[in-house]
C-alpha cells in the first residue's frame, strides 16, 4: 500500500511547506551554495513528521473498521459518516463484542483482586504430577531428569490448594483439599537445561498423588513449604539452617 494514503485517509506529500527565508534576515547572509541542501533537509524532515501524524490519524480511525469509515461532504460542507444497514448492524456487532471482553477483563480483575486479597499465599509454581505405586506393583521408572514441568498459578486459600493455568483464570483447573495431604516435604535442588538452579517440594495425598512444586526462588519455595506444613499440621524432618529441626 502507498504510504500517501491510508484507508480513507489522504496524505499530501507537500501540503506543508517550509517557510522561505525573508531577504534580510539573518538567514540570507549564509552562502547561497548551502542553502538549497538546507531547506531540502528541514522539508524531509518536516515532510516525515507529517507522515507520522497522517498515519497514526488514520490507524486510529481505521480501528473502528478495517475499511475505515465512509466519509462524506454533506452540501453545507459538514464532514459525516453514511453507514448502509448492513455496515451499521456490522458496527453495533463489533462494539457489543468490545463490550463484551471489557466485562470479561474486568471481571478477571476483580477476581484476580479478591483471590489476592483473601489467599494466604499465592504465586506462580512449576509443577508436575506422579502417582505412589500401588502395593504389589514395581517400583516406578526414574525419570528425574524428565523436564516435564509446567507453570501453574497456585493458590492457598481456606482448606485447598487451587491450580489455575494463569492468574487471570476465573476457575481453577485442579484443586486439592488440605485434609487429604499426609506428607509435605523438600525436594532436592536441581539444574535445569538453562543452568539454573531450582528448589522444590512435594505434596502427597491419601490417594497417592504426589505433586511437585519448584522454583528458582528458595525463599519462595521454603514460605510455601512452611505455610503448607503448618495449616496441614506436619512435622517436616528437613533441618533449618541453624541446625536445629
Known amino acids: 500500500m502507498d504510504d500517501s494514503s491510508l484507508g480513507k485517509i489522504k496524505v499530501f506529500q507537500d501540503h506543508f511547506q517550509v517557510s522561505t527565508p525573508i531577504a534580510g534576515s539573518p538567514q540570507s547572509n549564509t552562502p547561497s551554495s548551502s542553502q538549497p541542501r538546507s531547506v531540502n533537509s528541514l522539508r524531509?524532515?518536516?515532510?516525515?513528521?507529517?507522515?507520522?501524524?497522517?498515519k497514526s490519524a488514520a490507524l486510529m480511525l481505521n480501528l473502528f473498521n478495517l475499511r475505515g469509515?465512509?466519509?462524506?461532504?454533506?452540501?453545507?460542507?459538514?464532514?459525516?459518516?453514511?453507514?448502509?444497514?448492513?455496515?451499521?448492524?456490522s458496527l453495533r456487532s463489533e462494539l457489543a463484542d468490545l463490550e463484551e471482553r471489557e466485562a470479561l477483563l474486568k471481571a478477571q480483575l476483580e477476581h484476580v483482586d479478591e483471590?489476592?486479597?483473601?489467599?494466604?499465599?499465592?504465586?506462580?509454581?512449576?509443577?508436575?504430577?506422579?502417582?505412589?505405586?500401588?502395593?504389589?506393583?514395581?517400583?516406578?521408572?526414574?525419570?528425574?531428569d524428565v523436564d516435564?514441568?509446567?507453570?501453574?498459578?497456585?493458590?492457598?486459600?481456606?482448606?485447598?490448594?487451587?491450580?489455575?493455568?494463569?492468574?487471570?483464570?476465573?476457575?481453577?483447573?485442579?484443586?486439592?483439599?488440605?485434609?487429604?495431604?499426609?506428607?509435605?516435604?523438600?525436594?532436592?535442588?536441581?539444574?535445569?537445561?538453562?543452568?539454573?538452579?531450582w528448589d522444590g517440594f512435594y505434596v502427597l495425598t491419601r490417594q497417592g498423588l504426589r505433586i511437585e512444586c519448584s522454583n528458582t526462588s528458595k525463599i519462595q519455595v521454603n514460605s510455601w513449604l512452611l505455610a503448607l506444613q503448618a495449616d496441614c499440621k506436619l512435622v517436616s524432618d528437613t533441618k533449618t539452617p541453624n541446625g536445629s529441626t
Open 44 to 54: 524531509s524532515n518536516s515532510r516525515s513528521r507529517t507522515q507520522r501524524k497522517f
Open 69 to 89: 469509515l465512509p466519509w462524506v461532504t454533506s452540501p453545507d460542507g459538514q464532514e459525516k459518516v453514511e453507514l448502509t444497514a448492513t455496515e451499521l448492524e
Open 115 to 144: 483471590k489476592l486479597r483473601s489467599a494466604r499465599l499465592s504465586g506462580y509454581l512449576y509443577i508436575r504430577t506422579r502417582w505412589k505405586p500401588l502395593p504389589g506393583e514395581p517400583p516406578p521408572i526414574d525419570d528425574t
Open 148 to 197: 516435564d514441568w509446567l507453570p501453574r498459578f497456585v493458590v492457598l486459600h481456606g482448606s485447598c490448594i487451587f491450580f489455575y493455568l494463569q492468574s487471570t483464570d476465573l476457575s481453577p483447573q485442579d484443586s486439592t483439599l488440605l485434609s487429604d495431604i499426609v506428607e509435605v516435604e523438600s525436594l532436592p535442588s536441581f539444574t535445569r537445561e538453562d543452568g539454573e538452579t
